[in-house]
């Protein structure tokens, strides 16, 4: 019998380098003679059956003994474990039908899978990529505790076993996950082989997506241009057809997003191999697609929030049976944007593409694959440390700040190992493919390794960032508290001479503050202050979002004084720029989150909060360019740009939380029941390339 692992995260996603020793450990649990005649089981229900499902009537009349055990753990840990017998795994590996049923039942972070198949004698367990052990802990917890029961037969005991080794492991911090080395993620010789096996299907898969872009059916179908053809009367335009092309759009934005992500990443590469002189004409190429990509999302964000001059926009689809129909015009208008979107998409993939083959032949890795090779491994080996120094940044932080202050990087290191252990797969393919001259074998193994030593670079980066973003924080709070303080008594204190001051005082040229809506804003910004400081005062707070709290309450509190007297608003300019700075922190604070969150889970995150993200960036970049001499504009838009990353983020949280629960997305690109989503991981461009999104419709030329 095989025993296998994976965790899971969304549950397809499995871990299974780490897990490949315990693995080939136990299969000698493979050579003993099978139980009798199996019954298919297809990946079944867990509804109604509570924690044990025991259709190979495997348990008799130790069900009581093996429920106990499980009740136990719960009681203990808070970990349910889900046993499931029966006598065949219907044709599927042991590890596709346990992912199967987790997937099919919803199970969360806290749940285990336990599957045996006692006829054909194989099990697997699955978890999600968030529980709290690591591989190698729940091997060992497999191999003293689960097998030995199996190999005797015994089923309730290998189910009894799971349960108290879990409980042991779990009362034990130090066999959590611990900080990385280099010698985590080196691959002993014996399982070579299945590394390569697992090195291989990754090029397999990425020179599938690259071989196989297409346009969209719906695209290539209807031959949607952004010009160059009639848009018809409006009479002609049908609700579902609008809907179809937004679905168009949103999908061809996506798929975009992820060529021009990906382009940069290997542009990233070039510059460091052969210096920004070299690589300058992919720079503009890149360049050029991002400002198209741009105005894209700022089209889509545009339909989202304004509707067409001519009339009302619908948002998704067709109209609510209790609203008014799209005014026929107002149809035209978002059409001739939807299809703008996709020319402007369309143009961002040609000028990728045209500078593909160049740029293959500069970085000419079969060329040269030896010196890649060794470049990669050297860019290894530093990650290794750094991701072990994050490990123990990670672990400060939480210590200091409370948990929502590292939510954004929570799982980054152990995703950074995730992509460690790949590189390690990828490294060790590529220094066999040399060994037997297949140059071509090698350079996509390098191209594997280099993406996964970035991905995790990324990662690493983004804990060193938040650690600063915290730190700086934490620096300005007080100000923010005395600023936000200052700025209630002053806006108190209008209020006070509003209410009191004779109506007919009260001019054009001098206009008196509402006493009730200032009030009502005091009152506000009390609460938040009040809020802050009994966080600061309980232990472990979030500084960023303190600080956010207290600039929206200050900037409100400004909003309503801002047609006070000439000395007043003399001295509200330096405390409007010092506003603007503790606003900027937190808003780019936003923007990275929600761009790490995009990027480490780009397979599930649709249009819409890429959409927001652009959009963030932009009103950002504005603030910037005038804070100078307009620093109140400025944060105006700087607090646009903090509620669009903050929406951006929420919209991808949405995203994820639908991919990782849908048991339709399995190999799907974005969330399929939600605009934005990709119907196929083949739409998207091959990594390792520098290329567009397909051959996507478009208008006029290019630079």
């Known amino acids: 019998m095989t025993p296998r692992v994976s965790r899971t995260g969304p549950r397809i996603a499995v871990r299974a380098v780490r897990a490949l020793a315990a693995v080939l450990l136990a299969m000698c649990w493979a050579a003993l003679p099978g139980a009798g005649p199996a019954h298919a089981e297809d990946p079944v229900n867990l509804a109604g059956s509570g924690l044990i499902t025991d259709r190979a009537h495997a348990l008799g009349a130790r069900a009581p003994e093996v429920a106990a055990a499980l009740d136990r753990l719960h009681e203990d840990r808070l970990v349910q474990l889900f046993a499931v017998y029966v006598d065949d795994f219907s044709g599927r590996t042991a590890q596709d039908w346990a992912d199967t049923t987790a997937q099919l039942n919803g199970l969360g972070r806290d749940d285990v899978l336990l599957a045996v198949a006692t006829g054909s004698r194989q099990y697997a367990y699955s978890v999600d990529q968030a529980f709290r052990l690591s591989d190698q802990t729940l091997g060992q917890v497999a191999r003293e505790s689960v097998e030995p029961a199996l190999r005797r037969g015994d089923w309730a005991g290998a189910t009894v076993g799971a349960a108290e080794g879990l409980d042991a492991a779990l009362a034990e911090p130090a066999r959590h996950d611990g900080p990385a080395s280099a010698s985590d993620y080196v691959l002993p010789v014996g399982i070579l082989a299945v590394a390569g096996v697992l090195a291989g299907y990754a090029y397999a898969r990425r020179k599938r997506r690259a071989t196989t872009r297409t346009t969209p059916a719906s695209a290539q179908g209807a031959g949607a241009q952004g010009g160059g053809r009639d848009t018809g009367s409006p009479q002609d335009i049908a609700p579902d057809g609008l809907a179809a092309l937004a679905a168009e759009a949103d999908r061809t934005l996506v798929a975009t997003d992820e060529a021009i992500r990906t382009s940069d990443e290997e542009l990233g590469f070039a510059v460091a191999q052969f210096g920004n002189e070299a690589a300058r004409p992919f720079a503009k190429a890149v360049t050029y697609a991002r400002s198209e990509l741009a105005t894209a999302f700022r089209l889509r964000q545009q339909l989202d929030d304004d509707p067409p001059p001519e009339g009302l926009a619908l948002p998704q689809g067709p109209a609510p049976p209790d609203e008014p129909e799209l005014p026929e015009e107002g149809a035209a208008a978002r059409r001739r944007m939807l299809e703008e979107i996709v020319s402007r998409c369309a143009a961002a993939g040609r000028r990728l593409d045209a500078e593909s083959e160049a740029f293959d032949a500069l970085r000419g890795l079969e060329r040269d694959t030896p010196k890649a090779l060794e470049t990669v491994e050297t860019a290894f080996r530093t990650l290794a440390g750094r991701t072990a120094a994050a490990d123990s940044t990670l672990t400060a932080l939480r210590q200091r700040y409370a948990e929502s202050a590292t939510a954004p990087v929570a799982d980054h290191v152990e995703e950074a190992k995730e992509r460690l252990i790949a590189a390690t797969a990828a490294l060790n393919a590529a220094r066999q493919a040399l060994d037997g001259d297949d140059r071509g074998e090698a350079a996509a193994q390098v191209r594997a390794a280099e993406g996964a030593v970035a991905h995790a670079a990324a990662l690493v980066d983004a804990i060193d960032r938040r650690g600063r973003e915290l730190a700086e924080a934490e620096k300005l709070l007080p100000e923010a508290v005395a600023s936000a303080t200052d700025a209630g008594n002053r806006a108190a204190g209008a209020a006070r001479v509003g209410a009191a001051a004779p109506r007919s005082r009260r001019t054009a040229d001098s206009p008196a503050p509402d006493p009730v809506?200032?009030?009502?804003?005091?009152?506000?910004?009390?609460?938040?202050?009040?809020?802050?400081?009994?966080?600061?005062?309980?232990?472990?707070?979030?500084?960023?979002?303190?600080?956010?709290?207290?600039?929206?309450?200050?900037?409100?509190?400004?909003?309503?004084?801002?047609?006070?007297?000439?000395?007043?608003?003399?001295?509200?300019?330096?405390?409007?720029?010092?506003?603007?700075?503790?606003?900027?922190?937190?808003?780019?604070?936003?923007?990275?989150?929600?761009?790490?969150?995009?990027?480490?889970?780009?397979?599930?995150?649709?249009?819409?909060?890429?959409?927001?993200?652009?959009?963030?960036?932009?009103?950002?970049?504005?603030?910037?360019?005038?804070?100078?001499?307009?620093?109140?504009?400025?944060?105006?838009?700087?607090?646009?740009?903090?509620?669009?990353?903050?929406?951006?983020?929420?919209?991808a949280d949405a995203d994820v939380h639908a991919y990782d629960h849908d048991p339709q997305t399995s190999g799907a690109i974005g969330n399929p029941n939600g605009p934005g989503g990709v119907s196929g991981a083949e739409d998207l461009p091959g990594r390792g390339e520098l290329s567009g999104p397909g051959d996507l419709p478009a208008q006029g030329e290019e630079p």
Do not use: C
């Open 517 to 651: 809506d200032l009030r009502s804003r005091v009152a506000a910004a009390e609460t938040a202050l009040l809020g802050v400081g009994r966080a600061r005062a309980a232990g472990p707070y979030d500084p960023l979002d303190a600080l956010r709290r207290l600039g929206e309450a200050e900037a409100s509190l400004d909003e309503a004084l801002a047609d006070m007297g000439a000395q007043e608003h003399k001295n509200s300019a330096q405390r409007t720029r010092t506003l603007l700075e503790r606003t900027t922190l937190t808003t780019r604070a936003t923007i990275a989150a929600a761009d790490d969150r995009i990027t480490e889970h780009r397979d599930a995150v649709g249009s819409p909060a890429r959409t927001r993200l652009a959009e963030a960036r932009r009103h950002l970049a504005q603030s910037e360019e005038t804070a100078g001499p307009d620093a109140p504009g400025a944060l105006v838009e700087v607090r646009r740009a903090d509620t669009l990353a903050r929406q951006a983020l929420a919209l």
